[in-house]
């Protein structure tokens, strides 16, 4: 099925109510409207090429257009169509407004994007029905800090970061774990972000005598710190988060560190690579995760009885394309798919443990 095959199947989706009522049929909430159309597209195709490669299933799309209003409109049409389980949403605010009314029609979620801690955090309080294949926002913060408790502990290493909540709250979770380990760093500081040059900052760590350090920052800064050291002949091993993985303005120089999810196209074999080639999709970004999804999904409704659905979300390992699969009490995929690279000029390539 090609891409254009796949975007034709899923507007006659919208409307075709399923050929059985013994066969379960799905919902596939996705952003197809405003700034994150691309991502929801994404997400869309490979919810979309998982079922219908997989199975006969039904599949109803709803555009949740990444907003409160758009994830109470999709999970109404999601009820209304007696689905069995939805697949999707990327943006909290859409999916905390489909959740209560998804929950209340015993109709769980299984979400490949949205990362938001709280979700699963308060299930206890909540009930909501709510799966994630996809990493919560703490696992990429415990990847980074055990990588640099294990990895650093005979190195002088500082931490920096950008003021940012995002950058200050990695840090200071790579610095927690560091002190629990037992060794603290030599510097810690806030520096200021989006300068030209990042010679002061490099500066203060030479003197005091780092020769790593980890910045809870974005790409161009972590680019430019690394270039200006290298200017200035000072051996100083750089890393940071997933956020180097964005589109920068300046040139990553090669060694640069990285904790970061795995590229999809060197964990996939070839028979999945030409699955997606066939339908004419690219295997980044949310469409390996929602293709998995779709996997779970699948194997969780071969008993179409809501509670046996749950049992077997709360309790089976699933096999899917991106690996194995099995969700904690809470939820939340189990175990931390993290890794650490190395950018070696041209792309990040996996560190061996």
């Not at 964990?267 to 999804?293: H, K, M």
């Not at 699948?298 to 089976?316: F, G, Q, S």
């Not at 096999?319 to 809470?330: E, L, M, R, S, Y």
Request: glycine residues 8%.
């Amino acid at each position: 099925m090609t891409r254009n095959a796949v975007r034709a199947a899923l507007l006659s989706a919208v409307v075709a109510w399923p050929a059985s009522a013994q066969q379960p049929s799905y919902g596939i909430a996705a952003p197809l409207s405003g700034p994150v159309a691309p991502l929801g597209e994404q997400l869309r195709d490979g919810a979309w090429l998982g079922l219908s490669s997989l199975s006969s299933a039904t599949a109803y799309l709803a555009d949740d257009g990444c907003e409160a209003e758009g994830g109470e409109r999709a999970a109404n049409q999601f009820v209304e169509k007696n689905v069995a389980i939805v697949i999707g949403f990327l943006c909290t605010e859409a999916a905390e407004a489909a959740l209560p009314i998804l929950t209340e029609a015993n109709i769980p979620v299984l979400s490949p994007g949205v990362r938001t801690d709280s979700l699963t955090r308060n299930q206890d309080k909540t009930g909501y029905l709510f799966f994630r294949n996809a990493p919560r926002t703490g696992h990429e913060a415990a990847a980074a800090a055990r990588i640099v408790a294990s990895r650093w502990r005979e190195e002088l290493f500082a931490i920096v970061d950008d003021g940012t909540i995002y950058g200050r709250e990695l840090a200071e979770a790579v610095r927690f774990a560091a002190e629990q380990s037992g060794i603290e760093p030599v510097f810690v500081d806030t520096y200021r972000p989006q300068l030209d040059n990042q010679i002061a900052l490099v500066g203060r760590l030479r003197r005091a005598g780092a020769t790593h350090v980890f910045v809870g920052g974005d790409r161009d800064d972590v680019a430019i710190i690394a270039r200006d050291a290298r200017e200035l002949d000072y051996s100083l091993t750089v890393a940071g988060g997933e956020a180097l993985r964005a589109p920068g303005n300046e040139p990553l120089p090669a060694g640069v560190l990285m904790v970061g999810l795995p590229d999809w196209d060197r964990r996939l074999d070839q028979a999945d690579l030409e699955r997606f080639r066939a339908a004419e999709l690219v295997p980044e970004g949310y469409v390996v995760p929602a293709f998995a999804a779709a996997q779970i999904a699948l194997a969780a409704t071969r008993d179409d009885d809501p509670e046996a659905i749950l049992r077997a979300l709360r309790d089976m390992r699933f096999d899917t394309i991106a690996g194995p699969v099995k969700f904690d009490a809470n939820g939340d995929l189990g175990g931390n798919p993290y890794e650490l690279f190395r950018w070696d000029g041209t792309r990040f390539v996996p560190v061996e443990s």
